[in-house]
């Protein structure tokens, strides 16, 4: 059924169609982004969600396994001999009763999906195993993508799965040293260009289009299909019905898009009652998204968004040469590529932006390690902006939370370590070194 | 009905039985290991193995969504209310033909088992849920645990999960660093200890004994119980056959133990056929079973273990203050706590021991990256010793191999990034910095 589904300009004002069968992703009337969208009158949509809960049972089929494509009808844009899969997704939400106390909240209302028990680490392989399926579709032989990390791995170990030549480009500097350790471990031409993330975004899209490599940022809509499915594996989790509130890291604004372009179809289908209020949570360093809602009153406007204030807005951030800064590396994106999409996913969701500070990201992550199973930096934004967010009373302590948690507590142990060694903040947990004496070992633990 | 379970000293001669309802790990009366045993008759254990399998279908249940306590009725020491789980061993068996063709095997025949994916990123947890499942049931309030890692990550993720105080001992230097990452993140009082692992070893047992502490080194021998899962996971993903041979890393050798023990008893219980071959594969620089087994002849006998062997053995290394050193930090360990149990299951099991070095392991792990989802040094050792296997013609080109990658591939990224960035192997793919400039960049990529 995969010829139910076509690309289309976000923009309403142009709103061209493209089927799926080509490597485009941007639209080339207008320049703006590309979506998804689906005929449902022709797709195989079962009339419950917990259809798709049935599918644990037929786990030993290939797709069925994928915590993906076990949803396959909501994303159907790629025949089944195409679809790529290493297993992701098989991940699940933990209710976390020690942290919900510590914030004040009903023991039972905080969940955490913690997406870094994917194969590369992160939650970035939801969507690369959407989009590989579909470079197979389009016959792709080589790709490319810019990354702060956690994509190049990702892309890397989706490149060699299918045999697709790989290139990553990371930025100097700033990249975690785990997520650095994989785009080497996978084999991946590593390209280090001397910028930033953005310098790196640029450049990839220009080589792509030079070279017809086929392009895995978050630009590319097909991504953003297979990232919708965290949605639904926490409705599963909750019994198929939608928490109150979901709270996301904002970088590239890739998940919090995808996140409400699942709950509009989900609601449009009739397959949920309400839809949860997104929370999407900046670093203070890198907090464009927080700027442009919050102070310059950026609004979705039925697609009808006003590009002046972004280009303005952009055009500053360039006059100051201002260059993102945050420990949350995953984050660190003062021009993010989903922006508009984002602000429909606010529109859809009733959602709020805030920023917090790399300390609050520090100390939230520590708590997350303390009593869960940990996450990288920018993971820990959620915490800690659910910390504002019950403090300002925006969310109610007996709210139902999901936060997500998009990566690997292995992804970048310098700032683990770092925190606890040099005591920077209130859970800093230092190692004591003793001698080799049982005496001394004692006195250490009564 | 875990009333049918009880502790036995391993040694025949020996043979004195405990309930389980006590934390001792060793016999006090010989001072030998001991084994969790089942009286079968009185566990409801399936008539088929497949059985188990249908709990996937439950897995909204607890205790069936565990990888480990899926199996319970095969490890059936605990009552239910007293098991803990994180949702540990949602493990995959994946076959990697492109390794398999590497190494010259027929394609279908190479599978590995990425442990990895466990919450603290590698197989211990598989043996914690049951170890901390017992630690409940003997109302312990307080643990430890010596580490190389690995077991430190594991330990303090159960025990923040349990409301238990938590001690771990690491030695000086020699840690990975995103395993002592773990350690600080999860909240565990950490002691670094001037010495190696045998001194931790040495001390967490004195430090236990003599403050009531529960003891969680692979000395106890529940933890094994829940290793056993590993195995029971491969043959489920086999569609309940056997492999040919499990190849798995040697360290502390509970792994290897614990799988021996598993295929004992499914024989036994007749819910297999026949019993695969298992390699163990140690590193050059911590070779203590192979030297013991390959060279100096120690053999299980029917329990009656040549103990002169070992005293000698190791009486030699203390004059010679041999400290074992390999890269694969995991394995680095010349005093095998469980190296009684290890002989038997190579007697069960028809085992080969061997060595590698830190070079081939290195290759090995650069192999696992391009081609697989990559694994921590000594994870891969499986590999390189399989090379070997294959050279040696023990292991056959169609033979069916499952080889145990015991840990995440971030829990040690300074091997990986100096593996590629110092181009120190076979497979090295250093990163290659570029100016900020379209030309150069292409002029690469072309």
Redesign the interface.
């Known amino acids: 059924m995969a010829d139910a589904a076509f690309q289309r300009c976000i923009n309403p004002a142009c709103g061209a169609e493209f089927d799926c069968g080509q490597a485009i992703f941007k639209c080339p009337q207008c320049g703006d982004l590309l979506d998804a969208q689906y005929d449902w009158d022709r797709v195989a949509v079962p009339d419950k969600l917990s259809e798709f809960g049935?599918r644990?049972?037929t786990?030993?089929r290939r797709l069925d396994?994928s915590g993906v494509w076990r949803f396959r009808e909501l994303l159907d844009f790629c025949p089944d001999e195409h679809k790529v899969t290493?297993?992701e997704g098989?991940t699940?939400l933990?209710q976390n009763c020690?942290i919900a106390e510590h914030l004040g909240m009903k023991p039972d209302a905080l969940h955490l999906q913690y997406e870094g028990?994917n194969?590369?680490?992160s939650f970035k392989d939801n969507g690369m195993t959407a989009a590989f399926s579909h470079a197979m579709m389009v016959g792709a032989t080589s790709c490319?993508c810019a990354s702060t990390g956690n994509t190049s791995a990702s892309v890397a170990?989706y490149a060699?799965s299918c045999g697709l030549k790989c290139?990553v480009?990371?930025g100097?500097g700033r990249i975690a040293?785990?997520k650095?350790?994989?785009?080497?471990?996978?084999?991946?031409?590593?390209?280090?260009?001397?910028?930033d993330f953005d310098?790196c975004m640029r450049?990839v899209q220009?080589?792509c289009t030079?070279?017809g490599?086929y392009l895995l940022n978050s630009l590319n809509p097909f991504r953003l299909e297979g990232q919708k499915t965290i949605m639904y594996r926490i409705i599963e989790a909750l019994g198929w019905e939608a928490p109150d509130w979901i709270v996301v890291p904002g970088g590239n604004l890739g998940n919090s898009s995808a996140f409400g372009k699942a709950f509009l179809e989900l609601k449009q289908l009739g397959l949920i009652d309400r839809v949860p209020r997104l929370a999407i949570v900046n670093a203070t360093g890198a907090d464009t998204l927080t700027d442009l809602v919050n102070n310059k009153k950026l609004v979705w406007n039925g697609g009808n968004v006003d590009q002046r204030i972004i280009d303005d807005y952009y055009a500053d951030l360039t006059a100051r040469h201002f260059s993102p800064h945050t420990c949350a590396s995953a984050i660190e994106i003062s021009r993010p590529v989903n922006l508009k999409k984002c602000l429909r996913a606010i529109d859809v969701c009733d959602g709020v932006v805030l920023a917090v500070t790399d300390e609050e990201i520090c100390d939230a992550k520590?708590l997350i390690?303390?009593?869960g199973?940990?996450c990288e930096p920018a993971s820990a934004a959620t915490i800690a902006g659910l910390k504002h967010l019950l403090a300002r009373g925006t969310v109610a302590k007996d709210d139902r939370v999901a936060c997500v948690l998009t990566g690997?507590?292995?992804?970048d142990?310098n700032v683990?370590?770092n925190y606890?060694?040099d005591r920077l903040g209130e859970?800093s947990?230092?190692?004591?070194?003793?001698?080799?004496d049982?005496a001394e070992?004692?006195k250490?633990?009564?």
Chains 1, 2 share one sequence.
Request: hydrophobic fraction near 45%; charged fraction near 15%; aromatic fraction near 8%.
């Open positions: 049935k644990w049972a786990r030993d396994l290493i297993g098989q699940i933990q020690a028990l194969p590369s680490g490319a170990l060699h290139t480009f990371i100097s040293f785990g650095l350790s994989q785009a080497m471990d996978y084999g991946a031409q590593t390209i280090q260009i001397a910028g310098d450049q220009a080589v030079e070279l490599l520590a390690g303390k009593y199973l940990g690997h507590a292995l992804k142990p683990t370590v606890h060694k859970f947990n230092a190692p004591i070194e003793v001698p080799n049982l070992i004692i250490l633990i009564r």
